[in-house]
């Protein structure tokens, strides 16, 4: 009996030649079509409403039919040979997935074509509570620095490219891998960054223990020879490197740390791969001293770093993203890989400045969990330190169970801020609950605290408030990101 041939990097498994796509515009599904389009596949796909990325997928041939109707099956010519879905955002009576099903359609889950398309390519995988967007995005811009041209997939738009997806001609694929509902257990990964583990996603996973489980398996997934690098600056990361040292390591897989230390007595068994010292806030990035040793360097290596997005996080992301392209691609120069970060642009929707009027700039970051709430309104705090301005959060929450879950902690970190503004509850896949609304964060806020339950209502809000020098920063996952253009407008009138 002969082993079956190793896949090729590139190559289109026959069940993806033609592959329906509900919901193909989101963030995830609409990189995949991207990757699919550009291996020679052909798709199709539908969603609720017309956006940038749907227009875009149109432009590379898919077809696309917005809103969902049985008939969406039969835009390619003898049918989809596979429809894709997502766990959370398309409901299983979709009218689409009713039609696959009576028709005898295969019905995939996202994670599983993505973990088809990485097959044969050396996989790096971030993942983590917080932040694996720009650790993911920092390391595709400094393998591209390198000369190498990765295939990726991320959560959000690159500046550089435009484009959260991409199929390159090198042999390394680089991605997210998402854990809010277990997905990332479709993946055979060959380095894995752990940015950091907090309970989160508690509507899918029930418990912080059940939450904190599913990176255990994750890493038990690395292939042998593989690596795992963890922030020792995050008690549960620290936690997941020395549970996993002992039982990875018997399998030829290194475990290393990096950050400042901060956890480091929670990994005694975690040796340094990367350390950061003397961080430092500068205009709207950071600079820092980087520390790199061995095994990932033939020697160490001790420079300077410097990062284009502010606040400390951003600082140990680079490090992460850093030690991450020397273990998958061990060719690459650590100098090199540094100027490639040091280059990066930055992502859509983190810390990304929309403009300033009258004195006042706007930001807009997509942070929905309190720790990530804190972070950047902690970066914001280090800008506006060098102008004697002030910090004005304008905040939505996103779904109900977590403004449930969290509406204490939301309202810790939002304090931060000299004026915060909570608008309602964005409910995306959820139903309203009794009493849980914006109200529940603003009225625990110690700051000066409003509840604007309109988003329509936001920008009036924002002028009577803020004043030469203040930054004004819109938070969430939701549609506040829309508001950034509205309260410039509403500033300059």
């Known amino acids: 009996m002969t082993d079956a041939p190793a896949a090729v990097p590139g190559d289109l498994p026959e069940q993806l030649h033609r592959v329906h796509m509900v919901g193909i515009g989101g963030a995830g599904m609409s990189g995949l079509a991207r990757i699919l389009l550009a291996r020679g596949g052909r798709v199709s796909g539908s969603d609720a409403r017309e956006s940038h990325g749907v227009v875009?997928?149109?432009?590379?041939?898919?077809?696309?039919?917005?809103?969902?109707?049985?008939?969406?099956?039969?835009?390619?010519?003898?049918?989809p040979t596979v429809v894709v879905t997502t766990h959370a955002a398309i409901p299983k009576d979709n009218p689409e997935l009713v039609e696959a099903r009576r028709r005898g359609i295969p019905i995939l889950y996202r994670p599983h074509v993505l973990a088809q398309l990485m097959e044969?390519?050396?996989?790096?995988?971030?993942?983590?509570?917080?932040?694996?967007?720009?650790?993911?995005?920092?390391?595709?811009?400094a393998l591209q620095h390198c000369g190498a041209d990765p295939s990726f997939a991320i959560g959000g738009e690159l500046n550089e490219s435009g484009t959260n997806a991409h199929h390159g001609s090198g042999g390394v694929f680089v991605a997210?891998?998402?854990?809010?509902?277990?997905?990332?257990?479709?993946?055979?990964?060959?380095?894995?960054?752990?940015t950091n583990i907090e309970a989160d996603h508690l509507d899918f996973f029930g418990t912080e223990e059940a939450y904190v489980e599913v990176f255990d398996r994750f890493v038990d997934l690395i292939r042998p020879g593989g690596t795992l690098v963890v922030c020792l600056d995050d008690p549960g990361s620290a936690a997941l490197g020395e549970r996993s040292a002992a039982r990875l390591g018997d399998r030829g897989i290194a475990v290393l740390g990096y950050g400042t230390g901060?956890?480091?007595?929670?990994?005694?068994?975690?040796?340094?791969?990367?350390?950061?010292?003397?961080?430092?806030?500068?205009?709207?990035?950071?600079?820092?001293?980087?520390?790199?040793?061995?095994?990932?360097?033939?020697?160490?290596?001790?420079?300077?770093?410097?990062?284009?997005?502010?606040?400390?996080?951003m600082a140990r992301n680079?490090?992460?993203?850093?030690?991450?392209?020397?273990?998958?691609?061990?060719?690459?120069?650590?100098?090199?890989v540094l100027d490639g970060i040091e280059g990066f642009g930055g992502v859509h929707r983190r810390f990304e400045f929309r403009g300033t009027v009258a004195g006042i700039s706007v930001y807009d970051d997509y942070a929905h969990h309190p720790t990530e709430v804190r972070a950047v309104l902690s970066a914001a705090r280090d800008l506006v330190g060098e102008t004697g301005g002030r910090v004005i959060a304008v905040f939505q929450p996103h779904l109900y169970s977590r403004t449930e879950?969290?509406?204490?902690?939301?309202?810790?970190?939002l304090s931060l801020a000299d004026e915060v503004i909570v608008a309602d509850v964005y409910g995306a896949r959820e139903e309203p609950r009794p009493g849980v609304t914006g109200k529940l964060i603003s009225d625990a806020v110690t700051a000066p605290a409003a509840f604007v339950a309109a988003v329509d209502d936001l920008p009036a809000a924002v002028v009577s408030?803020?004043?030469?020098?203040?930054?004004?920063?819109?938070?969430?996952?939701?549609?506040?990101?829309?508001?950034?253009?509205?309260?410039?407008?509403?500033?300059?009138?």
């Not at 650790?135 to 811009?141: E, R």
């Not at 990994?267 to 600079?287: M, N, Y």
């Not at 520390?291 to 990932?296: F, H, R």
């Not at 680079?318 to 090199?336: E, F, I, Y």
């Open 56 to 79: 875009a997928l149109r432009a590379r041939g898919a077809h696309v039919r917005i809103g969902h109707d049985p008939a969406a099956l039969d835009l390619l010519d003898g049918g």
């Open 120 to 141: 044969g390519y050396r996989t790096l995988l971030i993942c983590g509570t917080h932040g694996k967007t720009s650790t993911t995005s920092m390391a595709v811009v």
């Open 176 to 194: 997210e891998a998402d854990e809010s509902d277990g997905s990332l257990l479709e993946y055979l990964p060959d380095v894995v960054i752990v």
């Open 262 to 313: 901060e956890c480091r007595a929670a990994a005694p068994s975690v040796p340094w791969a990367g350390r950061l010292s003397d961080v430092a806030a500068h205009g709207t990035g950071s600079s820092t001293q980087v520390e790199i040793e061995p095994p990932l360097v033939p020697a160490p290596l001790n420079r300077g770093m410097r990062v284009t997005l502010p606040g400390v996080h």
């Open 318 to 336: 680079a490090l992460g993203a850093l030690l991450g392209c020397l273990a998958v691609d061990p060719d690459t120069q650590p100098a090199t």
């Open 405 to 413: 879950e969290f509406a204490t902690e939301f309202a810790e970190a």
């Open 465 to 493: 408030r803020a004043r030469a020098g203040d930054i004004v920063l819109t938070v969430g996952a939701g549609d506040i990101t829309m508001q950034g253009p509205y309260i410039l407008a509403a500033l300059g009138a």
